[in-house]
């Protein structure tokens, strides 16, 4: 299983960006999808996740910035960031709870994606 981030740039404080993360390999399905972000010199934090059933959580800060979703006919998950800050400069990491057989709900196991970077400008 391997995701796939991508999106990520260099804007001005007050544009947006979308970011994108696919999910491919062999698996049987996708459980909760997430979008993590470290900051330099800060821990990772969650961002925001979502469910299989569209289930959406948010950093509290965040939310009303930032929207997840997700496509699971294409196997991605989004994170739509308006308003985007300098605070908000970090690097963006998709990660995925991934079942991998269906006779099996206990194969199911957390990916990384390798990270996307964001630089939001003042």
């Known amino acids: 299983v391997q995701l796939q981030a991508s999106g990520g740039g260099l804007v001005q404080a007050g544009g947006s960006l979308r970011l994108s993360c696919v999910v491919s390999g062999g698996f049987f399905s996708i459980n909760d999808m997430r979008w993590h972000r470290q900051a330099p010199g800060k821990q990772r934090e969650l961002v925001a996740s979502?469910?299989?059933?569209?289930?959406?959580n948010y950093e509290e800060s965040l939310q009303g910035r930032f929207t997840i979703s997700r496509d699971n006919a294409m196997n991605t998950v989004y994170l739509r960031m308006n308003s985007l800050k300098p605070e908000d400069t970090a690097v963006y990491y998709c990660?995925?709870?991934?079942?991998?057989?269906?006779?099996?709900?206990?194969?199911?196991?957390?990916?990384w994606g390798q990270g996307t970077e964001v630089t939001v400008s003042s």
């Open positions: 979502i469910s299989s059933d569209g289930n959406m």
């Open positions: 990660n995925a709870n991934v079942r991998l057989l269906r006779l099996n709900p206990a194969s199911s196991y957390e990916y």
